[in-house]
Nanobody
Framework: QVQLVESGGGLVQAGGSLRLSCTPSGRTFSIYTMGWFRRAPGKEREFVTSIDRSGINTYYEDSVKGRFTISRDNAKSTLYLQMNSLKPEDTAVYYC???????????????????WGQGTQVTVSS
């Protein structure tokens, strides 16, 4: 059974930083593309960023480029999201996700992801 557990969310002031972590279990972490998505209050879930299995190739949603950094440590089977210069509009529940099929590059398509974490709340105050 595949499980993804996020951690690191919390309350931060605008301009501050947070680092989210995601630890999947149940499948070999290093062979799957991973992604982060978020759902803001009253909005649909949206793509944030994705990273391929090597950790070399990444893809970001425009509003987070230059502020957020996705990374992974395959030896520790852990995915990270470093969030800097946070804005109130970044307030959301953040979800990590793992694609269904091994290989491939970063993906922004929700349909490519088969497994999701329970989410961690990030609140940015103004």
């Amino acid at each position: 059974q595949v499980q993804l557990v996020e951690s690191g969310g919390g309350l931060v002031q605008a301009g501050g930083s947070l680092r989210l972590s995601c630890t999947p279990s149940g499948r070999t972490f290093s062979i799957y593309t991973m992604g982060w998505f978020r759902r803001a209050p009253g909005k649909e879930r949206e793509f944030v960023t994705s990273i391929d299995r090597s950790g070399i190739n990444t893809y970001y949603e425009d509003s987070v480029k230059g502020r957020f950094t996705i990374s992974r440590d395959n030896a520790k089977s852990t995915l990270y999201l470093q969030m800097n210069s946070l804005k109130p509009e970044d307030t959301a529940v953040y979800y990590c996700a793992q694609v269904r099929f091994r290989g491939g590059g970063p993906s922004s398509r929700e349909g490519d992801y088969a497994y999701w974490g329970q989410g961690t709340q990030v609140t940015v105050s103004s």
